[in-house]
């Protein structure tokens, strides 16, 4: 596929051209990637981001906290909680009762990382994934907090993580985006937090560097079918007329943008093949979704999602942005908890062996986790068999595989509470910095000036995590 | 991309700097701003070495000693300034700075920090070229670079032009015509004051402003429900059509509240600060978002009247201009007296809001407000309180009626269990997931979805029942079965919008074969009591109580999919008679509320028992007077539903106190401050208010050297794609020199003068020779000037994404001129918003598309989502309007290319194209379509290659009559009956192609 096109115009960033001169652009558009980039030898080539939106509960997934047991139904101590600031769903409880995890933990893989029994396939990868239990966040409500690990910053009107990448990078195919979003809805019953078209936005950047939306139902890419009426042959018609016709007009006015246009329209009717084409999983053997699970099969569901996703990478797509929508169990946990573990489990994890077997677990990297942590304390009435969890953004786990990070790691301590971080606290910025570091770019180099300054995706923070690194 | 612009500004200067003399402003100062300002700049508490260079002083100190020279030409890379790691100079920036020192080190302030002069235009060598003053700028610059303007454009192309930029729309085939044949000088002049003063010329230049307000049909951030602004929108497209003059345009929208009795519209105006995003995400702390509502205002009002970027300084002291965070604090403060909540926005309008009703919508306020004050004194004077409570009393002994057992089959009360409390033993079980319990109509309800199902073995094959529902907007919109027996299935659709802000759907019940439909909606959202009796010929459906029309309708229940919440679910074997139904709906609520203690119960229950009350315990004549006041109240309730509203500004009376808060945070309140304007601008004008008036007056002061320089920048920026300021929402130290700085403050001067006549600037720049000149290129030009920023010809660019939407509507002769009103939603790909919305009770997370008329708005009345802004505009880089925008981005990409060819807007107007080029061509069709849609004839060559494909693909059309079937039926115009349509089918390829042209999407 990668031969089929030599219009060096269009290798970057498949949306690539920016109007207003040939300058930069021009010569960006060239390359691969923007000039100095890569500033390290880079571990990824690729990230797929698995955001679990909403925030899942590291209590009931995989910060275990034993002694809590004990302590169940009693108020969070003052010297626990230091005063922090609660969300105004919780702040007007009289108290905020301990709610210890009622589900099942054991240990898995060589470092004995203890997880619990809703994510039996997660353990299986073990000894293939850094697990970071003392991930933290300055925000404490979706809309800021999600903003802010997509972006870098709280309020709105930042480029997205997957646009800095492709800005920086740009694409490894010229027939798809460098910056797919693949979205699935939530599993469980209470209703979903929404997301927002600004979390694979550009922001500042040119609007060509947003992320690409693939949908599961309708086009998969807006406007990708011919309309009815327009066949193959009829479209391959209308396009030579084009390309004449803008051609003519090239010559009058020698506007480089024409020949832009031109090249687009092509990339254009390439993409109405080589999108469906990529959606298209019927070719998949048996074996693959006995791996990925029988959800794999229905359109939209995480399981195919999963799969997508590792199509998508192995095109050389740059950024694959997964939402898997309903992580927000402020009640009805169990039940909640249970069934979005259910559809998310054993595809996560298939991802990770899918991309471990064809031997691009190496230069791919996968991220797993939320917008932050839940509380160890009850929103609404703690009895033996349901709770709820308010958001926590003091800590939470996020895990990651492959990419140039440590295998079989586990990385941070928590209080006995799983409240606050004993060891190893790890900022958004952090896992930011680190992210762009496996990509071979250092985070403070990638920089776009916007309104006379020079912005970056952490803004003036961030540090690499070492400790994750291999 | 700091190499991008350095770049730029370096082959600019090229030739000035060669002459050896140094410009402080132009080459000197942008250096050291961009590279020493950081670290020894105006930023007080980062400031290394104790060393600024913003100031002549601080400069001074450094040079003298030497120090500066040194540091930067040190021969160890460690000791050599600035750091390497961070903005290392390049060498020839290096002589630069060692040049200037040698001449003496000439230091001034920022060049936009000083007032415009007043200057004469320059003299030219080729004095026969200018037209207008600005053309003397430009030449003269030209002339200096060696360069040579461009002839003026073909007249077609220059009509073209103009009629884009002034309206957003192409020249009509009648235009066109009238202006090729008007020889006359005048001609174009005349042109364009025909321009000026159509109605589409002020929704054209609205559409800028709408970016820079962050203008959107909803609130933005978590949930972003619709909001109301387009009745500030059209106060925009107002001012501009009747040329209200700048320096009011720009009072009233800061401050037409403050000004003396102001009028409707002046309040309508200030709307401009109440268009930022507001947040009603469940849990967020309010305090937060008063403080970054207040921080947006401060930025929008920075950004497009100052030119300046303050947002920096609200954090700590600014790197490069001189704004202290105090001074971003004491512009806050002009903000922050607003009376508005945190967390806003759930039900449209967020307070404060304007009702604007018409003439005879305030006419029935006024009588519904009378009636209702004269109702409410009768009712007070009554001594009803004293009644109510001896009645309440009376009842707590009171036996309780029962609801007559006889014939029940099942009782469901939901109270926590699937239990039959009929005695029956009819419990029912549950099937998948686990269904919940929820606060219900009387104690606990089920919630119930695909997920999670029940069986209710009672409800088998039932006569008639009674239950109260409770439906949520779905997202898929999908009909949700509410019960289903042997015999019947009682279900209710997906829903509809009914007004502002509300949903509500039909209720069915299909049995016997037939299916009963309500004749008009339910608001959904809150419990209702359903009563069905199923008795033939024709069941009966009671919603609260009464009996509502069915129609009786051709069409089969729907597969059986869930999502509602029932309670208190009755069924029995015989038909129910209107009392007991009553009983249900009515008396047996209001027995159980009455056994709540009266703190505990809701809003909802205790309105529900007064009515029961009068209804049942009051004398004659005050349930008469309750009935009474109950419809007045009804009325008034859908009046203002009715009634359009607008966000506005208004004061407090007591206005919040203002600190700085310390690294921007909410909670890190430090120094009180009071309102005030940065101490590197001038000060406030003497006597003016320290309040939003104030500020207006200070921003039109005879000495402010910002104001009409961003106004007159943003307007060039329109015609010629970049401002004369590139950054034109940067005027600051960062920002870009002006390319021609004389011209900039000429225009700024003209402008002012002027009496800020708005159309009066459009016209001075629209009738240069500068504007009016070729836009054809050559490589040694593009080579020498790849942006055009010296003018040596005219400008070609892509069209803004709405006027590429409006031109295919209006070549197509779709489109629909009216100006103004609510937004309407034209067609968009299924799924846009419902896949990222949160879907329960809130507005805008269903998209209905439009239909008829409203397709065919012009873009800029296109509904604004922001969290989903309309897919076909933002392809073409239209912004989500989160967040102020004074420039977008200017792409070109395959996205677009798929909107253009696939997109049912493109290929309706394609389809509507080709049939006026059928009947309104005549023998020649191709030509009317390059006319129309292009403002020019097509060449030989494009006629023999169109006339190949419409022979082509009339031959594959005249042996496909479904696919001319299916193409012909893109979009809800109607093709008209007497056209070929086969011919039709093929002319409508052709079209698309003249209508994906680039020259179709571009000005030229």
Redesign the interface.
């Known amino acids: 596929m990668r031969n089929d096109l030599q219009n060096m115009m269009t290798r970057r960033a498949l949306f690539s051209r920016t109007a207003g001169g040939l300058g930069l652009a021009a010569l960006q558009s060239l390359g691969a990637s923007l000039p100095g980039i890569p500033h390290f030898a880079p571990k990824a080539k690729r990230i797929i981001f698995l955001h679990q939106s909403g925030g899942p509960s590291q209590h009931d997934l995989f910060d275990w906290k034993p002694k809590l047991d004990a302590k169940r139904g009693i108020d969070l101590p003052d010297s626990i909680r230091m005063g922090q600031r609660i969300t105004g769903m919780t702040s007007g409880q009289s108290t905020l009762p301990v709610a210890p995890t009622i589900f099942k933990f054991s240990q898995h893989g060589e470092a004995g990382s203890w997880f619990s029994d809703l994510v039996p396939h997660i353990a299986g990868i073990a000894d293939d994934i850094t697990l970071v239990r003392t991930v933290h966040t300055d925000a404490i409500n979706h809309d800021p907090a999600i903003t802010f690990i997509q972006t870098g910053s709280q309020q709105p009107g930042r480029p997205s993580l997957g646009s800095w990448v492709s800005y920086g990078l740009g694409s490894e195919n010229e027939n798809l985006p460098a910056f797919v979003v693949l979205l699935s809805q939530a599993s469980g019953l209470n209703t979903d937090q929404p997301l927002f078209s600004r979390l694979w936005s550009s922001g500042f950047l040119p609007s060509n560097y947003q992320g690409v939306k693939f949908r599961s139902s309708g086009d998969p890419v807006l406007y990708l079918s011919d309309p009815p009426g327009i066949d193959r042959e009829t479209r391959r018609r209308m396009l030579d007329s084009l390309k004449t016709l803008n051609g003519m007009r090239s010559e009058i006015f020698g506007d480089p943008e024409i020949e832009t246009r031109i090249s687009q329209y092509e990339m254009a009717y390439r993409m109405q093949t080589s999108v469906p084409e990529l959606m298209d999983l019927s070719t998949e053997p048996e074996s693959v979704f006995d791996l990925y699970g029988p959800d794999a099969r229905k359109p939209g569901s995480y399981a195919s999602q999963c799969l997508l996703a590792r199509r998508l990478a192995e095109r050389g797509v740059r950024f694959i942005q997964l939402y898997k929508r309903g992580w927000d169990q402020h009640a009805e946990l169990p039940r909640d908890l249970r069934l979005q573990a259910q559809a998310v489990d054993q595809p996560s994890a298939a991802l990770v062996t899918d991309l471990k077997q064809r031997g691009m677990l190496d230069d791919t990297l996968v991220v797993w986790g939320g917008e932050f942590g839940r509380t160890v304390y009850c929103q609404g009435r703690l009895t033996d068999a349901n709770y709820g969890r308010d958001h926590h953004p003091r800590c939470f786990t996020m895990w990651f595989a492959g990419g140039g990070l440590k295998r079989g790691a586990v990385i941070g301590e928590t209080d006995d509470f799983g409240y606050n971080i004993v060891q190893d606290p790890i900022h958004i910025h952090d896992i930011q910095a680190t992210l762009l570091r496996c990509l071979g770019v250092d985070h403070k180099r990638l920089t776009y000036r916007f309104q006379g300054r020079d912005f970056r995706l952490t803004d003036v923070h961030g540090n690499v995590v070492d400790k994750m690194l291999a | ?5 350095a ?2 500004l370096l082959a600019l200067s090229a030739t000035a700097q060669t002459a050896a003399k140094i410009d402080f402003i132009r080459d000197v100062r942008p250096l050291l701003s961009d590279r020493c300002f950081a670290c020894h700049g105006p930023d007080e508490a980062h400031r290394m070495a104790n060393l600024r260079l913003d100031t002549e002083d601080g400069a001074r100190a450094a040079i003298d000693s030497g120090k500066l020279v040194a540091r930067i030409t040190h021969e160890k890379k460690a000791l050599r300034m600035p750091p390497p790691s961070t903005a290392e100079l390049t060498p020839p920036q290096v002589k630069t700075l060692q040049a200037w020192v040698a001449q003496g080190a000439p230091f001034k302030t920022h060049w936009s920090f000083d007032p415009p002069k007043a200057i004469d235009p320059p003299a030219v060598k080729n004095d026969s070229w200018p037209d207008n003053g600005i053309d003397h700028f430009i030449l003269s610059r030209l002339e200096k670079e060696g360069l040579k303007p461009s002839p003026q454009a073909d007249r077609a192309t220059l009509l073209r032009r103009v009629t884009l930029d002034l309206t957003g729309l192409p020249p009509s085939s009648n235009e066109l015509g009238a202006f090729l044949r008007d020889k006359s000088p005048a001609a174009y002049e005349r042109v364009v004051d025909r321009l000026l003063a159509s109605p589409a010329y002020g929704e054209r230049m609205a559409v800028p402003w709408l970016d820079m307000a962050r203008y959107a049909d909803t609130h ?5 429900s619709s909001r109301e602004m387009w009745p500030w929108r059209d106060w925009v497209i107002d001012a501009f059509n009747r040329n209200l003059p700048y320096d009011k345009f720009l009072t009233w929208q800061l401050a037409g509240d403050l000004l003396p009795n102001p009028t409707r519209e002046q309040l309508i105006a200030t709307g401009f600060n109440r268009n930022h ?1 507001i ?1 009603y ?6 305090e937060e978002y008063l403080v ?1 509502y207040v921080v947006d205002r401060v930025e929008t009002t920075s ?1 497009a009247f100052l030119g300046l ?1 303050t ?2 300084a609200r954090c700590h002291d600014h ?3 001189p704004i202290r965070q105090k001074d971003f604090y004491r512009m806050f403060a002009f903000f922050n007296t607003v009376s508005e909540k945190g ?1 806003d926005g759930q039900k449209g309008n967020a307070r404060p809001f304007l009702m604007l009703p018409d003439e005879s919508q305030q006419a029935q306020v006024d009588r519904l407000s009378s009636d209702i004050a004269k109702a409410e004194a009768e009712m007070d004077r009554s001594g009803i309180t004293g009644l109510r409570k001896a009645w309440e009393e009376e009842q707590a002994d009171k036996p309780r009626p029962r609801s007559d057992a006889s014939g029940l089959i099942a009782h469901y009360s939901f109270d926590g269990s699937l239990e039959d409390i009929s005695g029956h033993y009819q419990h029912g079980r549950i099937t998948k ?2 269904p ?1 319990f929820v606060a219900g109509a009387d104690g606990q309800g089920i ?1 119930l ?1 695909e ?2 199902l029940v069986d209710l073995p009672g409800v088998g094959d039932a006569a008639a029942f009674a239950l109260w529902t409770k439906v949520s907007a779905r997202l898929d919109n999908r009909p949700s079965t509410l019960l289903q027996g042997a015999s019947f299935t009682f279900w209710i659709d997906g829903g509809r919008a009914i007004g502002r802000n509300r949903r509500g759907s039909r209720f069915y019940i299909s049995t016997g074969g037939r299916t009963y439909r309500t004749k008009t909606e339910t608001v959904t959202g809150p419990w209702v009591h359903t009563a069905v009796n199923l008795s033939q010929p024709q069941p009966a459906i009671y919603i609260n109580n009464a009996r509502v029309e069915l129609t009786d309708i051709d069409e089969a229940a729907p597969e059986r999919w869930i999502r509602a919440s029932l309670d208190d679910l009755r069924l029995y074997s015989r038909g129910l008679d209107p009392a007991e139904i009553e009983f249900l709906a009515v008396t047996q609520p209001a027995q159980s509320t009455l056994r709540i203690p009266a703190k505990q119960r809701s809003t909802d229950q205790r309105l529900a028992l007064l009515d029961f009350f009068f209804e049942n315990g009051a004398p004659q004549d005050l349930r008469t007077l309750n009935r009474r006041l109950n419809s007045l109240y009804d009325e008034r309730d859908e009046l203002q539903y009715q009634i359009p509203t607008s966000m506005v500004m208004s004061e407090m009376a007591i206005p919040r106190e203002t600190k700085i808060l310390g690294r921007g945070d909410y ?1 890190n309140g430090t120094e009180t401050v009071t309102p005030g304007v940065p101490s590197f601008l001038p000060p406030l004008p003497a006597g003016a208010p320290q309040n939003r008036l104030g500020l207006a007056q200070w921003l039109l002061s005879p000495d402010h050297p910002l104001t009409a320089r961003v106004a007159v920048n943003r307007f060039w920026q329109m015609y010629f ?2 401002g004369i300021v590139k ?1 034109g ?2 005027f ?4 870009e020199f002006p390319v021609h700085p004389e011209l900039l403050d000429w225009l700024a001067t003209e402008f002012r003068t002027s009496g800020w006549d708005i159309k009066a600037m459009q016209k001075t720049i629209v009738m240069s020779a500068a504007y009016r000149q070729s ?5 040694a030009l ?1 080579e020498k000037d ?3 920023r010296l003018l040596a010809r005219g400008p ?3 069209l803004p994404a709405e006027a590429i939407r409006d031109s295919a509507l209006a070549s197509s002769g779709l489109l629909n001129a009216k100006v103004g009103g609510p937004s309407v939603n034209p067609y968009q ?4 918003w419902e ?6 009770t809130f507005s805008s997370q269903i998209f209905e598309q439009d239909h008829g008329d409203a397709l065919y708005r012009r873009s800029l009345y296109t509904f604004w989502k ?4 309309p ?2 505009l ?2 073409f ?1 239209a912004p ?1 309007r ?2 102020c925008t004074g420039r ?12 253009l ?4 807007t493109y ?1 309706e107007a394609s389809r509507a194209l080709a049939a006026r080029m059928m009947i309104e061509g005549g023998k020649d069709p191709l030509a009317f379509g390059f006319r129309t849609a292009l403002s020019r004839a097509p ?1 030989r ?2 006629r023999d ?2 006339a190949r ?1 419409y022979r ?2 009339l031959a ?1 059309y005249r042996n496909f009559p479904e ?8 979009g809800e115009i109607e093709t008209p009956k007497e056209l070929n349509r086969a011919q039709l ?1 093929a002319w409508t ?1 052709i079209a ?2 003249i209508l ?4 179709a999407v ?1 000005k ?1």
Not at chain 2, 281 to 286: K, L, R, S, T, Y
Request: hydrophobic share 25%.
């Open positions: 991309m700091k190499y991008l612009l770049g730029s933005g951030y978590h949930i972003d995003m947040n995400e469940g849990g967020a702390i309010p970054e950004t970027t947002g920096c790197k490069y201009d967390l997931g686990e919940g919630a979805d997920r999670s909670r794609g970049h950054t929402e940067d600051g130290s960062q920002g836009s054809r290129s050559t490589p593009l790849p942006e055009n070609r660019f892509r790909p299924k799924g846009v896949d990222i919305a949160y879907g329960d922001r969290t989903a802004p897919p076909g933002a392809t880089d989500d989160e967040k977008r981005s200017l792409t070109n990409t395959p996205l677009q290319a798929l909107v060819l696939n997109d049912t290929v060449q060559a494009e290659l169109l494909q082509d693909q594959v696919g001319v079937d299916r193409l012909l039926s893109n089918a390829t698309s192609v994906n042209l680039d020259e571009t030229e």
